[in-house]
């Protein structure tokens, strides 16, 4: 069978079960994951995918998998992993979530010209699995100032043991979520922020690749292949 462009060859290799997609790391290294062991062929394959990354439609690191959407075409979807903290830097906005837990606290001690993070101090670590389903686990949630003024730390003391705590909990969660998905599209995510400093921050998330079927026929190869010599008939 003879193959002219990209996606006729990914859609035959897929529908007989020979490829399942590939691996991409941040730096653009790549694994095939395939059960071809054709070298002609598995050239072919890494000038593809290489295409696919390099050329901007597989954009992020993670595992991409080729699948038939309901019309019956190829299409491809990417699990993702990424470190938004080390790749794209801090995108929460502390202050907007100290906010929350000083209004709800209506705390009256705080210095109106300091910045609420040399205030008050937040530590939290949250796990998002899957923000439409509300699925997440926050095993650490701590609210504290820095003993730098004596009022404020009785104030903050005093109104933490008064108040509905989980009530608070679940307005700095929704905080985060929001700025989360202002910034971002991935459904899951890991936080941590220790004394109101964001320490580590990556996303994961299910995506369909766009543009991927008109790439891959964009993509121009040369190949006939026998699939008899690789046991297929």
């Known amino acids: 069978m003879k193959f002219t462009n990209a996606y006729e060859l990914i859609y ?112 939290i670590e949250l796990d998002f699995h899957d923000i439409e389903k509300s699925d997440y686990e926050v095993p650490v949630f701590i609210i504290k100032d820095f003993d730098y003024d004596e009022e404020l730390t009785n104030e903050i003391s005093k109104k933490i043991k008064e108040c509905d705590i989980d009530k608070l909990k679940e307005l700095v969660i929704d905080e985060l979520v929001k700025q989360h998905k202002d910034n971002h599209s991935y459904t899951g995510f890991s936080l941590t922020i220790d004394e109101s400093q964001i320490m580590s921050y990556s996303a994961s998330g299910h995506e369909e690749v766009e543009d991927f079927k008109q790439s891959l026929e964009n993509h121009i190869i040369d190949i006939e292949i026998d699939f008899t010599k690789l046991g297929i008939d």
């Open 12 to 123: 035959s290799l897929y529908e007989k079960d020979l490829i399942d997609g590939f691996d991409s790391t941040i730096r653009g290294d790549f694994e095939v994951s395939t059960s071809i062991d054709d070298e002609k062929i598995l050239k072919i394959l890494d000038e593809i995918c290489a295409d696919l990354i390099f050329g901007g439609t597989a954009i992020y690191q993670g595992c991409y998998e080729f699948e038939f959407d309901s019309n019956n075409d190829l299409s491809m979807s990417v699990q993702i992993d990424d470190d938004i903290l080390e790749f794209h830097g801090n995108t929460f906005d502390i202050e907007q979530i100290l906010s929350v837990i000083s209004n709800y606290l209506s705390l009256e001690c705080l210095e109106k010209d300091e910045n609420l993070e040399f205030q008050i101090s937040l530590d």
